[in-house]
C-alpha cells in the first residue's frame, strides 16, 4: 500500500514539525501539544510510525519526568536496603561496564586526587591515603542492574553524608554530581536525599580488598537505593549543586532518578 | 469511532439485548492496548539480560533499545495500573464478578471442556459465560494482580521491598514476572482465536449487543 507522502525528500520530518509548531498561534500549539499525547493523534499528525515519532519520544520524556517525581515522593530516607550474610555474595561479582575490562580506566592511585567542587565550604582535594583515614563501614547489598540481572556484594568505605558533613557540604542543594576517569566522561547527578541516605558510601574496598581496577578503583560511590548505573566507578570528583547537569545514562534517556 | 460511544439512554432502553455494559469494553480495549505496550516493551527489557537460552525477535520489540524499552513501559504501566484497579473496583462493586465468573466447580470445568474440545459448546446465549470462560477469565485477572505486584516490587525493591518479600527476593519476582507474562501471551492466543471463532462475542466487545 502506498503511503501518500507530502514531505520533500530531504526534509528531517522532526525539524518540519518543530518548525511549523513556531509558526503557530500560541494556542493553537498548545492545543496540538496536547493533542499529540494521543496515541490516535499522534498516528495522524506525523503520518508515520508512533513507536519512532518525535510526539511519542517527547510524551515519554514527560512520564519518565513524571516518574522522577513519583520516585522522589515515595523515596523514603530511612528505608534501608536490605542486608545479606557473606555467604549471600555473588561469587564471581560480574564486571559491567559498556567497555571490555582491558579499556576500563587505569588509575594510579598515588597520583589520583579526589577533587571537590560547588556549594561546598572546604574545597581541598583529597589523596587516597587522606580519604582511606576516615572511618569505614561494610555493607552487603544486592546491586541491581538497568538490565535486570542483579548481584550481591561486599562494600567497604565511608558514608558519603560522613564526607559531605565534613566538607561542609551545602546539604540543602539539589545534587551531587560525579564525575569520573572514563575516557568519555561518565557523569551522573545524585539527588541529595539519595546522597545523605545511611547506606550511600564512598567505596574503596570490595570483598575487604581494596576496590580492584574492575570494581572502579580507587573509588566508587555504592548507593544500593539507586540501580547500578548510577553507582558511579573511578570517581574523580564531585560537585556540590543546585543544577541539573546530566549524566553520561540519564542524557541517552535512562530514568534519572532510577530509584530501587 | 462511532459505535463505541453507547450512551446511557441507549443502554437502559433495551436492557436485555446489551451483552457487555458500555464500561466493561472501554476498560477492555484500554487493557488491551496497555498489555500489548507492556509485553512488548517488556520482551525489549528481557533481551538486555535473558532468563533463558533465548531472546525475542526485535522486529516483536517496543522502544529500539533498553532504554526506549523501560520508558514504555514504565508510561505504559500507569494506562494498565489505573485501568485495572478501576477495573477490579467496579467489577467487585458492581456484582459482576460474582455474577459472571463463579460459581466455578471442577465438574462444571471439566464437562465444559470435554464438550469444547469435541466442538459441542454451545455460545447462544453470550450473557452466561461456560465454565472454561469462567476459569480462564477469573484466572487472568489473578494473574494479572500477580504481574502488577512483582513489576511494582522490581521496580522498587527498596521502597516496596515486602512486596518483594512476598516472591521471596528480587531475582525470583523476576521469574514470576515472567512467568505471568507467558501466561498472559498464553490466553491472549486462545482468547483471540476464540473471538474469531465466535464473531458476535467479537461485535459484543465491540458494539455491546
Known amino acids: 500500500m502506498a503511503k501518500r507522502s507530502f514531505l520533500i525528500p530531504g526534509v528531517d520530518k522532526r525539524l518540519l514539525i518543530k518548525d511549523s509548531l513556531k509558526t503557530m498561534p500560541d494556542l493553537t500549539r498548545r492545543r496540538f501539544i496536547a493533542g499529540g499525547a494521543s496515541l490516535g493523534a499522534l498516528t495522524l499528525l506525523t503520518g508515520c510510525d508512533v513507536v519512532d515519532s518525535s510526539s511519542a519520544e517527547e510524551m515519554l520524556k514527560q512520564v519518565s519526568k513524571f516518574n522522577d517525581a513519583v520516585q522522589s515522593f515515595i523515596f523514603n530516607p530511612d528505608a534501608l536496603a536490605p542486608t545479606f550474610p557473606e555467604s549471600a555474595i555473588t561469587k564471581p561479582f560480574p564486571f559491567n561496564a559498556y567497555y571490555d575490562l582491558d579499556d576500563a580506566p587505569d588509575v594510579d592511585g598515588k597520583d589520583w586526587k579526589l577533587e571537590v567542587r560547588g556549594l561546598v565550604d572546604n574545597k581541598k582535594s583529597w589523596t587516597l591515603d587522606e580519604l582511606y583515614q576516615l572511618p569505614q563501614v561494610t555493607q552487603i547489598t544486592r546491586h541491581i542492574c538497568v538490565e535486570g540481572w542483579s548481584a550481591i556484594g561486599s562494600w567497604t568505605g565511608t558514608p558519603l553524608r560522613d564526607f559531605l558533613k565534613l566538607i561542609g557540604a551545602d546539604t540543602r542543594a539539589k545534587y551531587v554530581w560525579f564525575q569520573c576517569a572514563d575516557k568519555d566522561g561518565y557523569n551522573s547527578p545524585l539527588d541529595m536525599r539519595s546522597a545523605l541516605h545511611p547506606q550511600t558510601q564512598m567505596t574503596f574496598k570490595y570483598a575487604n580488598e581494596i576496590l580492584p581496577r574492575a570494581y572502579g578503583f580507587p573509588m566508587k560511590i555504592r548507593v544500593p537505593t539507586k540501580l547500578g548505573f548510577k553507582n558511579p566507578k573511578y570517581v574523580v570528583s564531585m560537585e556540590v549543586t543546585n543544577d541539573y547537569k546530566g549524566g553520561y545514562w540519564e542524557d541517552q534517556g535512562y530514568n534519572s532518578f532510577s530509584g530501587s | ?209
Open chain 2, 1 to 209: 469511532m462511532s459505535s463505541l460511544t453507547v450512551t446511557d439512554e441507549q443502554v437502559s432502553a433495551t436492557p436485555a439485548k446489551v451483552i457487555q455494559p458500555a464500561w466493561v469494553r472501554v476498560m477492555h480495549w484500554i487493557n488491551a492496548l496497555a498489555m500489548i505496550l507492556m509485553i512488548l516493551s517488556g520482551w525489549q527489557i528481557y533481551n538486555a539480560s535473558p532468563l533463558f537460552g533465548f531472546s525475542f525477535p526485535r522486529e516483536y520489540t517496543l522502544g529500539g533499545w533498553l532504554g526506549g524499552g523501560l520508558l514504555w513501559h514504565f508510561a505504559a504501566m500507569w494506562l494498565l495500573m489505573i485501568n485495572g484497579l478501576a477495573y477490579l473496583i467496579t467489577g467487585f462493586a458492581t456484582g459482576r464478578f460474582r455474577k459472571k465468573l463463579l460459581p466455578i466447580t471442577p465438574s462444571g470445568v471439566l464437562h465444559d471442556v470435554r464438550a469444547a474440545l469435541t466442538f459441542k459448546l454451545g455460545h447462544d446465549d453470550l450473557t452466561v459465560y461456560n465454565y472454561v470462560q469462567r476459569l480462564l477469565y477469573a484466572g487472568i485477572i489473578v494473574v494479572g494482580v500477580l504481574i502488577v505486584l512483582s513489576g511494582l516490587g522490581m521496580w522498587k525493591p527498596v521502597q516496596l521491598y515486602y512486596l518483594v518479600m512476598l516472591f521471596g527476593d528480587y531475582p525470583t519476582a523476576r521469574y514470576v514476572h515472567f512467568f505471568c507474562m507467558a501466561a498472559i501471551c498464553a490466553f491472549l492466543v486462545i482468547h483471540v482465536l476464540l473471538a474469531l471463532l465466535v464473531p458476535k462475542s467479537l461485535r459484543a466487545m465491540i458494539i455491546g449487543r
